[in-house]
């Protein structure tokens, strides 16, 4: 039976380096906090999936906002340094890193931006590699909130395709099809980078607990700055 694993890509949420977008309208602490319950709540929901999880890691875990929560949801995972030149190269390398990691099992691979991610969301995307060479999440900002692969030399183009930007989706979409790889498109989400992604992610229907706290705190205390 093919093995098929979880790969989620996290920064430690330690304020002034997590969410700078959204800090320059919270705070950078707000925004940290903000960072910490996403996470959390991503890994959670992984958790539920009962497929085994490989977090790349990068940052300090002591300076981090919610650390003693942050570190208690690491400990259900495998956690391995980041490593890599730029975003795009960190991610074609954790790609690489989890699939050894795991038995060479294919890789759903999610950030910690879209806490209103589910178990549902993550085994969803693992299916399609039943009958495709990846699935794509295209997020609603244009770029991408998830990566299936069951091969990680598929992820490997990742390292070509500039990040952060509008187009990012769609040039992964095109990076992947260039190379002849079916591909499955998962539903769109949004992930969180601004303020407005905040308030309306906290209201998703399947927004982790934590998360909609933290959000609905963080932008109501603009309203008395």
């Known amino acids: ?12 949420p330690v304020a002034g380096q997590a969410k700078t977008r959204l800090a320059a309208d919270v705070g950078g602490e707000a925004a940290a906090d903000v960072a910490a319950a996403a996470l959390v709540d991503t890994l959670g929901a992984v958790a ?16 981090a906002r919610r650390a003693g929560e942050v570190a208690a949801a690491l400990r259900r995972c495998l956690v391995v340094p980041q490593r890599g030149d730029g975003f795009a190269g960190r991610l074609a390398a954790a790609h690489h890193d989890a699939a050894s990691m795991l038995g060479d099992a294919q890789v759903v691979q999610i950030g ?13 995307a693992a299916a399609h590699l039943g009958r495709h060479d990846a699935a794509l999440g295209i997020a609603a900002d244009g770029g991408w909130w998830a990566l299936a692969v069951r091969d990680p030399g598929l ?19 095109q990076m992947l099809v260039h190379h002849r790889t079916s591909v499955a498109l998962l539903e769109v989400l949004r992930d969180v980078d601004t303020v407005d992604d905040a308030r309306l992610v906290a209201l998703h229907p399947t927004c982790g607990r934590r998360f909609a706290s933290a959000a609905t705190a963080a932008t109501a205390s603009m309203a008395h700055a």
């Open 1 to 12: 039976m093919t093995r098929v694993g979880v790969l989620v890509m996290a920064k430690a």
């Open 48 to 63: 539920r999936t009962g497929l085994p999880c490989v977090v790349a890691w990068s940052g300090m875990l002591a300076r």
């Open 112 to 124: 910690m931006d879209t806490p209103q991610v589910t178990a549902d969301h993550v085994l969803a």
């Open 155 to 173: 992820a490997a183009g990742l390292a070509k395709v500039p990040m952060s930007r509008e187009d990012t989706g769609a040039r992964t979409l």
